[in-house]
């Protein structure tokens, strides 16, 4: 059973930076397509981006294109990242990374493993 383990959130003014890590155990890491999903209060959780078992495929929601950017160690970290540029009051949420066997997809309920999240918090 993939164990996924979530961490760099915090509290960053806008325009600001932060990486997001994933830290992956119990599994096949490299067989896997990482995905980052995000949920704000109130609101569905929503696809962030994906990258493939070997990082050949990558996809990202309209909202974060150029502005985030998602990567994977295979080797000896078994770990996912997110770095976030640019950030707004409007990426402010609890972030999420999933795992599933397949190509990227943008919907949540296709992965099968989770992590608990991290909040990430936008001030204006």
């Known amino acids: 059973q993939v164990q996924l383990v979530e961490s760099g959130g915090g509290l960053v003014q806008a325009g600001g930076s932060l990486r997001l890590s994933c830290a992956a155990s119990?599994?096949?890491?490299?067989?896997?397509?990482m995905g980052w999903f995000r949920q704000a209060p109130g609101k569905d959780r929503e696809f962030v981006a994906a990258?493939?078992?070997?990082?050949?495929?990558?996809?990202y929601t309209n909202s974060v294109k150029g502005r985030f950017t998602i990567s994977r160690d295979n080797n000896a970290k078994n770990t996912v990242y997110l770095q976030m540029n640019s950030l707004k009051p409007e990426d402010t949420a609890v972030y999420y990374c999933?795992?599933?066997?397949?190509?990227?997809?943008?919907?949540?309920?296709?992965?099968?493993?989770w992590g608990q999240g991290t909040q990430v918090t936008v001030s204006s």
């Open positions: 999933a795992g599933r066997n397949g190509l990227p997809r943008g919907v949540a309920r296709d992965y099968d493993h």
């Open positions: 119990g599994g096949t890491f490299s067989s896997y397509t």
């Open positions: 990258i493939s078992w070997g990082g050949g495929t990558i996809s």
